[in-house]
């Protein structure tokens, strides 16, 4: 099966809708919209729009730092939606989508995607408790947070690819030079940032030790400019090239990035082994980095150094090379328990790392630490396998420079996801348009059996992963339409529930509501045990206090009214919707 157009559409559209609606506020759409028509806009420029684009990319995603809306528009949306406008521009011109493989992985993913929001809607559980913000880790966090993981993963994969018609009947090598303009803008951002100045810089960046020049994140910025730098050296054709490896060169270092250096590393490697170039001009470039880049890797040799003066205070070999990775084994391991607990279904796509915050409690927490195992704990051995496929058409495709930097990255791969960050991503896909991919022949029958195993699996490890049950098993609390705890009780709002194993213990509820300044003589609450009607309780202002009790694993769940806001009795200045006291569950 391959992504034909209408389901990568389908896709797009949706992450294209999800994404909107996640940015949080409705001050998101307004950089959102203009990017996105910023992106059409050049789309219908003749011939310079796409230069345009590809001098923009590098930077865009630092416009959002103006307009702080909390992710995922901040410092990841801006790319994507740039990109999925000018391609909406470029429509109408009819481009297929045949990449070997890589439908057969978004339909996965897609499923994937899908199932897990099945979960966090609460379907199974309650039709009370359908779609309400619970908590979707043990720790607290919730849907209206986490959701941020699923929705930018199944974007990033099924918008960019999208960049793979970008450089359709243009000069590459000028492509990558429009590129290396839009570094250079970034590089000079970093030179701000370096100076003392924290402008443009991502969050978590820790200021002082490696600089974002504006890019989603520092790794981002470094893996981004070892790509564009590997491409520009390997299709060196001129002098004046030079000049334009001199911006990928510098975010390398400003950036302080392992990976970036290890495709600086490689891809010079590449061009010595070159017997295109001229001797004397593949001797002297060598030179020529070597002197540009030694004097602005002090930042890669401070982290360097920072990670092994930590790791000398660990014990064992193993703690030393986890803290010199950065957590590299420890995510690692963390990738296997996942494959192993749900080899077939994964833990859900983009839902590593909330897995992990349930699964372990102590450690670091973030996305999964290899591109390889990112697919394989998420989406299983299905999902892996598809991807792999995917990438192995490429590696069996037609010999090109951009097929020398596919290699490097495969191994890069093996110790950075890179494609989490878009323009990595986007980046990803326009070096892929420089290769012409291989085919495998598998029977007709291959994609949809395997996609019925992965349905099957998806079904029967359901509830295993559904957060509720993640709440009981560690003892946390799996609720909505609380407010926080007030000594021993808590206020409910208008609507409330909460799901937990309870053993039969007196639960009492207290009126708060102002009767003395209401036309209301009572509040009548009606309690629901496991999505089914239990009991109705009426307060009034001479009985304010009932109990009930109820036993078994289940949601408990209250609708109240009327409920009141404190504000609006001139009582204080609380604004809180308030209905119930809620006693003895905490």
Not at 7 to 22: C, E, K, N, Q, R
Not at 304 to 331: F, Q, Y
Request: charged share 15%; glycine share 10%; proline share 5%.
């Amino acid at each position: 099966m391959k992504a034909k157009g209408f389901m990568w559409g389908i896709l797009s559209i949706f992450s294209l809708i999800f994404l909107f609606f996640v940015t949080g506020r409705v001050e998101g759409l307004y950089l959102s919209i203009p990017f996105f028509l910023l992106g059409y806009l050049l789309s219908r420029l003749k011939g310079r729009g796409i230069y345009a684009f590809l001098f923009i990319l590098p930077f865009i995603n630092a416009f959002s730092y103006f307009l702080p809306t909390g992710f995922p528009f901040n410092y990841y949306a801006p790319s994507l939606f740039l990109l999925s406008g000018f391609f909406v521009g470029k429509i109408i011109r009819g481009y297929k989508i045949e990449v070997p493989f890589y439908g057969d992985f978004l339909l996965i993913l897609a499923l994937s995607f899908l199932f897990l929001f099945l979960r966090w809607s609460n379907i199974t559980l309650s039709p009370l408790a359908f779609l309400r913000d619970t908590p979707i880790t043990t720790t607290g966090q919730r849907l209206s947070f986490g959701a941020f993981f699923p929705i930018l993963t199944l974007a990033i994969y099924s918008l960019s690819p999208l960049a793979l018609f970008l450089l359709e009947g243009i000069d590459r090598r000028k492509a990558y030079r429009y590129l290396s303009l839009g570094t250079f803008i970034s590089f000079l951002i970093a030179v701000v940032q370096i100076s003392g100045s924290k402008f443009m810089l991502s969050p978590g960046t820790r200021h002082g030790i490696a600089y974002n020049g504006g890019f989603s994140d520092t790794p981002g910025a470094g893996t981004f400019g070892g790509i564009l730098f590997a491409l520009i050296i390997l299709n060196y054709k001129e002098i004046k090239d030079l000049f334009f490896l001199l911006p990928p060169l510098f975010m390398v270092a400003f950036s302080g990035s392992r990976s970036g250096f290890i495709l600086l590393v490689f891809s010079v490697l590449f061009f010595l082994a070159s017997k295109n170039v001229n001797k004397t001009i593949r001797i002297g470039t060598f030179a020529l980095i070597i002197v540009l880049f030694i004097p602005f890797s002090g930042i890669l040799k401070k982290r360097i150094v920072s990670r092994i003066k930590t790791a000398e205070r660990m014990p064992g070999i193993i703690k030393k090379l986890d803290i010199i990775t950065s957590r590299r084994i420890t995510l690692s391991r963390k990738a296997f328990v996942a494959m192993k607990e749900f080899p077939v279904s994964g833990v859900g796509a983009g839902n590593y790392y909330l897995y992990n915050m349930y699964k372990f409690k102590h450690g670091r927490n973030d996305v999964a630490p290899s591109l390889y195992l990112a697919p394989l704990s998420e989406l299983g051995i299905i999902g892996g396998l598809f991807f792999f496929l995917f990438l192995a058409s490429f590696a069996i495709g037609k010999s090109s420079p951009e097929k020398k930097v596919f290699y490097i990255l495969l191994f890069v791969f093996l110790f950075n996801n890179a494609l989490w960050n878009p323009e990595v991503a986007i980046l990803f896909w326009i070096l892929l348009s420089g290769i012409k991919p291989g085919k495998f022949r598998l029977g007709k029958w291959f994609t949809p059996a395997l996609a019925a195993v992965f349905i099957v699996s998806s079904l029967v490890t359901f509830n295993s992963l559904h957060p509720a049950k993640w709440a009981v098993k560690k003892g946390a609390l799996y609720d909505y339409g609380f407010w926080y705890s007030e000594g021993n009780f808590k206020w409910t709002k208008g609507a409330a529930g909460i799901y937990g194993v309870f053993r039969g213990e007196k639960i009492e509820l207290t009126s708060g509501y102002p009767f003395d300044r209401s036309k209301y003589d009572k509040q009548v609450v009606n309690i629901f045990w496991k999505g089914k009607f239990l009991k109705k309780i009426i307060l009034t202002p001479t009985k304010r206090e009932k109990e009930f009790a109820v036993k078994g694993e289940g949601f408990l769940e209250f609708r109240v009214k009327p409920w009141f806001r404190p504000s609006d009795f001139r009582l204080s200045s609380d604004p809180r919707e308030l209905g119930v006291q809620v006693k003895g569950i905490w």
